[in-house]
């Protein structure tokens, strides 16, 4: 018998990037390939969406190519992207009416601040689970109808789509306009609990039903792609945060995992029932599989491995980020020594857009090694406060944090992060956990894999880190490391 695969395309902020996965969930061959940043204006950030597609096409091409498999090979594919970023095309030809808009991207702040002003905030996060901010898409939407003349009127006269990155791609493979319950929940248009769009968000915006997607669920066979030769199912859509969460096997209530990259993103499973955050969480939707939608408690820390990139470019304090976990190394710890990478503000769960960054605890005897040590363990200090308000909100103890992410190679950050917690730290062996969450899902809707329970059986830890500290000075570091948050704060 021929060995079959799922082609994972793995659609993110920089670079699109195709994995093929075998059975034992084993990398077969990658490709990855960067595109172009736009940044028309100073807090604008926008993507050429046909940029995204021809390089995420290309990609797959390479990587069946170099991997030595033929489209009939692949038992179906699944897609995970970027959240939020925007797209507006015309339905009958394909085109896109102007650029991407970024999720990072702010020139929607000052619609926020205006409905903030108004108390539309609330409504926003009783039906949504989310802040009212310019993160999400509903506003950059509004934007883009606004300001592409004529878009309005031929959005209400259903000729033109808007779409999440997973719609985008899902439409160029197939023709076919639809996102699912992940990626739909982070366009604060959908209502969470009612499972639709949100017809009170949709009339205050004046975004017209016929320019949205149908919602489907997570897994499930979409539609067939010629794109590449022999039909392929595409047979799953999941946002990248939650596509990981899947990738790591998290599927119980109370399971967590944290990428680490430039930020950390932090979601806990929370089952059947969304949790509403009192500690300055979002709620979302984890996946729809089986019939059955599962929400997720998520928490953004802004600067994370982007501390380790600062101490390298603009401090000169290491040649490369590798070099990190060595030079921290030298000191048995950071002696006293606390830095709060606060250099966009805080995330979750302070959301303080006024703290700066700070270095406490200096003396005489502090040195290069001391900062560079802080600096690493500011990442799983940060991961920490998140987690805590997690475990605050679910009224439930984590038992394990499921790890992935660049940052997550590095040992003296793992063993720290497991220290601050006190609890198992377990890092896998596949570190491409986005990717593997899509084919995971793409691979149950086609029988590839048959359970959840065959994923556990394939899903193989690399690593455990086990907590070493004793309980009173993990309290003693939280409390020090808390009172150089409020420092951060005041100024």
Same mark, same amino acid.
């Given at each position: 018998?021929?060995?079959?695969?799922?082609?994972? +395309?793995?659609?993110?902020?920089?670079?699109?990037?195709?994995?093929?996965?075998?059975? *034992?969930?084993?990398?077969?061959?990658?490709?990855?390939?960067?595109?172009?940043?736009?940044?028309?204006?100073?807090?604008?950030?926008?993507?050429?969406?046909?940029?995204?597609?021809?390089?995420?096409?290309?990609?797959?091409?390479?990587?069946?190519?170099?991997?030595?498999?033929?489209?009939?090979?692949?038992?179906?594919? #699944?897609?995970?992207?970027?959240?939020?970023?925007?797209?507006?095309?015309?339905?009958?030809?394909?085109?896109?009416?102007?650029?991407?808009?970024?999720?990072?991207?702010?020139?929607?702040?000052?619609?926020?601040?205006?409905?903030?002003?108004?108390?539309?905030?609330?409504?926003?996060?009783?039906?949504?689970?989310?802040?009212?901010?310019?993160?999400?898409?509903?506003?950059?939407?509004?934007?883009?109808?606004?300001?592409?003349?004529?878009?309005?009127?031929?959005?209400?006269?259903?000729?033109?789509?808007?779409?999440?990155? *997973?719609?985008?791609?899902?439409?160029?493979?197939?023709?076919?306009?639809?996102?699912?319950?992940?990626?739909?929940?982070?366009?604060?248009?959908?209502?969470?609990?009612?499972?639709?769009?949100?017809?009170?968000?949709?009339?205050?915006?004046?975004?017209?039903?016929?320019?949205?997607?149908?919602?489907?669920?997570?897994? !499930?066979?979409?539609?067939?792609?010629?794109?590449?030769?022999?039909?392929?199912?595409?047979?799953?859509?999941?946002?990248?945060?939650?596509?990981?969460?899947?990738?790591?096997?998290?599927?119980?209530?109370? %399971?967590?995992?944290?990428?680490?990259?430039?930020?950390?993103?932090?979601?806990?499973?929370?089952?059947?029932?969304?949790?509403?955050?009192?500690?300055?969480?979002?709620?979302?939707?984890?996946?729809?599989? *089986?019939?059955?939608?599962?929400?997720?408690?998520?928490?953004?820390?802004?600067? #994370?491995?982007?501390?380790?990139?600062?101490?390298?470019?603009?401090?000169?304090?290491?040649?490369?980020?590798?070099?990190?976990?060595?030079?921290?190394?030298?000191?048995?710890?950071?002696?006293?020594?606390?830095?709060?990478?606060?250099?966009?503000?805080? !995330?979750?769960?302070?959301?303080?857009?006024?703290?700066?960054?700070?270095?406490?605890?200096?003396?005489?005897?502090?040195?290069?090694?001391?900062?560079?040590?802080?600096?690493?363990?500011?990442?799983?200090?940060?991961?920490?406060?998140?987690?805590?308000?997690?475990?605050?909100?679910?009224?439930? $103890?984590?038992?394990? +944090?499921?790890? %992935?992410?660049?940052?997550?190679?590095?040992?003296?950050?793992?063993?720290?992060?497991?220290?601050?917690?006190?609890?198992?730290?377990?890092?896998?062996?596949?570190? /491409?956990?986005?990717?593997? !969450?899509?084919?995971?899902?793409?691979? +149950?809707?086609? !029988?590839?894999?048959?359970?959840?329970?065959?994923?556990?059986?394939?899903?193989?830890?690399?690593?455990?880190?086990?907590?070493?500290? $004793?309980? /009173?000075?993990?309290?003693?570091?939280?409390? /020090?490391?808390?009172?150089?948050?409020?420092?951060?704060?005041?100024?």
């Amino acid at each position: 018998m021929r060995q079959r695969y799922i082609l994972a +395309l793995d659609q993110g902020t920089t670079s699109s990037r195709s994995i093929l996965f075998d059975q *034992d969930a084993a990398i077969h061959a990658s490709s990855a390939e960067p595109f172009e940043q736009i940044y028309p204006q100073p807090g604008w950030v926008e993507h050429d969406p046909e940029a995204i597609w021809r390089t995420q096409r290309s990609t797959a091409e390479r990587v069946l190519t170099e991997g030595g498999v033929s489209p009939a090979d692949i038992a179906a594919i #699944g897609i995970t992207n970027q959240r939020e970023t925007t797209v507006v095309w015309e339905r009958a030809t394909g085109k896109p009416i102007h650029n991407a808009i970024v999720w990072q991207c702010r020139r929607t702040a000052g619609i926020c601040d205006q409905l903030s002003a108004e108390g539309f905030g609330e409504e926003v996060g009783k039906r949504t689970g989310l802040v009212l901010d310019a993160y999400f898409s509903a506003t950059k939407l509004m934007w883009l109808l606004e300001h592409v003349p004529g878009a309005r009127e031929r959005a209400e006269a259903g000729e033109l789509c808007f779409g999440t990155i *997973d719609t985008w791609l899902l439409f160029n493979l197939t023709g076919i306009h639809a996102t699912d319950y992940s990626n739909a929940s982070r366009t604060m248009l959908y209502n969470i609990h009612d499972l639709d769009w949100d017809d009170t968000i949709l009339a205050r915006l004046s975004i017209p039903r016929a320019v949205l997607p149908q919602v489907r669920p997570s897994s !499930g066979v979409v539609a067939e792609t010629t794109a590449f030769g022999a039909p392929i199912p595409v047979a799953s859509l999941c946002g990248d945060q939650q596509s990981a969460l899947f990738g790591q096997a998290a599927f119980d209530p109370g %399971d967590c995992k944290n990428t680490y990259g430039t930020g950390c993103f932090v979601l806990m499973n929370t089952g059947d029932q969304p949790i509403d955050s009192n500690h300055g969480l979002v709620t979302t939707i984890a996946w729809g599989v *089986d019939d059955t939608v599962e929400y997720a408690l998520e928490g953004s820390v802004f600067i #994370g491995g982007a501390v380790i990139q600062w101490l390298r470019d603009e401090m000169g304090l290491l040649s490369s980020a590798a070099e990190s976990e060595e030079v921290a190394a030298q000191v048995p710890g950071a002696g006293g020594v606390y830095l709060v990478p606060a250099f966009v503000g805080l !995330g979750a769960p302070h959301w303080d857009m006024h703290a700066r960054g700070i270095i406490t605890g200096l003396t005489r005897g502090s040195g290069r090694a001391h900062v560079v040590r802080a600096a690493l363990e500011s990442i799983s200090f940060q991961s920490a406060d998140v987690l805590r308000s997690m475990v605050a909100d679910a009224s439930a $103890e984590i038992p394990r +944090l499921r790890v %992935d992410g660049g940052a997550a190679a590095n040992n003296l950050l793992m063993q720290h992060q497991a220290d601050v917690l006190g609890i198992p730290v377990v890092r896998g062996q596949v570190i /491409e956990t986005t990717a593997l !969450g899509a084919a995971f899902l793409a691979g +149950l809707a086609v !029988g590839f894999w048959p359970s959840r329970d065959a994923l556990r059986g394939v899903w193989q830890a690399d690593r455990v880190f086990e907590p070493t500290w $004793e309980p /009173e000075r993990r309290d003693r570091e939280i409390l /020090e490391w808390t009172n150089a948050i409020k420092r951060s704060r005041l100024l």
